[in-house]
C-alpha cells in the first residue's frame, strides 16, 4: 500500500533560520497528490498546502514545496522560520485510485527565540 | 461559520467499558472521517463514511464502529474499551468532490485505564 515517510521527529531551531521538512512517499500509482497538514497546539489540524503537479512550487503563508516525482518528494521549507510556526506538520499522500489520506508519522517543529 | 465539532474533549474510561464520541459538522458535507493520532504513528484513519449509512473500514478499524444516521453527525464506538485504545480521536469533513481538503474538529483525549 502507500506510504509516507517523515524521517525527522522533531525539529528544533532558531527563529529566522531556514526551515526544511523531509517527505519522501511511495505508491504504485503514476499520479499522486501530495499535502502538507499543519497542527498548532490546541488547535485542530489544517490543510496547509497541497500539489499534484510534477516540478511545481505551491506557496502559502510562507510556506513552500515542490512536488519531485523523480524523487517522490514533497519538502516542506520557509525561508525564515517564526516563533508561530512551532506546530506538528504532517505530510499526506492520496493517490489517483483512491480517497483516503495516507499521513506521515509527523515532524514536530519547536522555533526557539 | 465553518465548524466540526467534537464531543467529548476529553474522557476517561475503565477498561471493558463503552465509549461514545460523537462529531458535527456545519458545512453540509458528504465525507466524515475518524482519525486517531498517537505519537510515532501520526494520524491513521480508523473509519470513512461517504454519506447517511455509507461506511467504509479505514486502516484500523478493529476494536471500533461507526454510526451516521444523519449527515451532520458521525458517531465512534468502542464496545469494551482497551487500554491500547488510549488515544487523541479526531474527526474531520470534506466535500465528496474534494476529499483532498479536510475539515478537523478540536480532538477527543480519551484515557482507558
Known amino acids: 500500500g502507500d506510504s509516507v515517510t517523515q524521517k525527522e521527529g522533531l525539529v528544533t531551531l532558531t527563529e529566522g533560520l531556514p526551515v526544511m521538512l523531509n517527505c519522501t512517499y511511495q505508491?504504485?500509482?503514476?499520479?499522486?497528490?501530495l499535502f502538507w497538514y499543519v497542527h498548532y497546539l490546541n488547535e485542530s489540524p489544517r490543510l496547509l498546502l497541497k500539489s499534484s503537479t510534477d516540478n511545481k512550487r505551491t506557496e502559502h503563508q510562507g510556506f513552500h514545496a515542490t512536488l519531485h516525482k523523480s524523487s517522490s518528494s514533497f519538502h516542506l521549507q520557509k525561508s525564515s522560520a517564526q516563533l508561530s510556526d512551532s506546530a506538528l506538520y504532517y505530510c499526506a499522500l492520496r493517490n489517483s485510485a483512491g480517497n483516503k489520506l495516507t499521513f506521515g508519522i509527523g515532524t514536530r517543529v519547536l522555533v526557539r527565540p | 461559520d465553518m465548524k466540526v465539532t467534537q464531543m467529548p474533549r476529553y474522557l476517561i474510561k475503565r477498561m471493558g467499558e463503552n465509549v461514545l464520541l460523537e462529531c458535527g459538522q456545519d458545512m453540509s458535507h458528504e465525507t466524515m472521517y475518524w482519525y486517531r493520532q498517537d505519537p510515532g504513528l501520526g494520524l491513521q484513519l480508523i473509519y470513512i463514511s461517504y454519506d447517511v449509512d455509507s461506511n467504509s473500514e479505514g486502516d484500523i478499524p478493529k476494536g471500533y464502529r461507526v454510526s451516521r444516521k444523519k449527515r451532520e453527525h458521525f458517531s465512534l464506538i468502542l464496545d469494551s474499551a482497551k487500554t491500547n485504545q488510549t488515544s487523541v480521536y479526531f474527526c474531520?469533513?470534506?466535500?465528496?468532490?474534494?476529499?483532498?481538503?479536510?475539515?478537523f474538529g478540536p480532538g477527543t483525549r480519551l484515557l482507558v485505564l
Open positions: 474531520a469533513s470534506s466535500l465528496l468532490q474534494n476529499q483532498d481538503t479536510q475539515y
Open positions: 505508491t504504485i500509482y503514476s499520479n499522486a497528490f
